[in-house]
């Protein structure tokens, strides 16, 4: 099994700043690409920002210039810088992990993860 947990949401004021964390663990071989996501109710889950595990970055137009995506591979831990944050960033947001798993000893498997979710809520 392997689990996702976030940590680092809350309310923030228009233009603070905030930083999600999310670590994955269990019994994990590998994790390759990782992400961050949002979702308010009534409408779909939508990508904020990817990171390869060499690095590479990905951003959706409404973060580029405000966030930033980063990882620790020796932790397994992606995390979300978020600056400027407006009301619109309100939403739940989830990580995402796609990972290698060892299911059985020297069988492995692509698993595909997601967190709980953790709530960001800007507002004055």
């Known amino acids: 099994q392997v689990q996702l947990v976030e940590s680092g949401g809350g309310l923030v004021q228009p233009g603070g700043s905030l930083r999600l964390s999310c670590a994955a663990s269990?019994?994990?071989?590998?994790?390759?690409?990782m992400g961050w996501y949002r979702q308010v109710p009534g409408k779909e889950r939508e990508v904020v920002a990817t990171i390869t595990s060499g690095g590479g970055t990905n951003y959706a137009d409404s973060a580029k210039g405000r966030f930033t995506i980063s990882r620790d591979n020796a932790k397994n831990t992606v995390y979300l810088q978020m600056n400027s944050l407006k009301p619109e960033d309100t939403a739940v947001y989830y990580c995402n992990a796609n990972t290698v798993v060892e299911y059985l000893s020297g069988r492995y498997r692509y698993l595909e993860v997601w967190g709980q979710g953790t709530l960001v809520t800007v507002s004055s």
């Open positions: 269990g019994n994990i071989f590998s994790v390759n690409a």
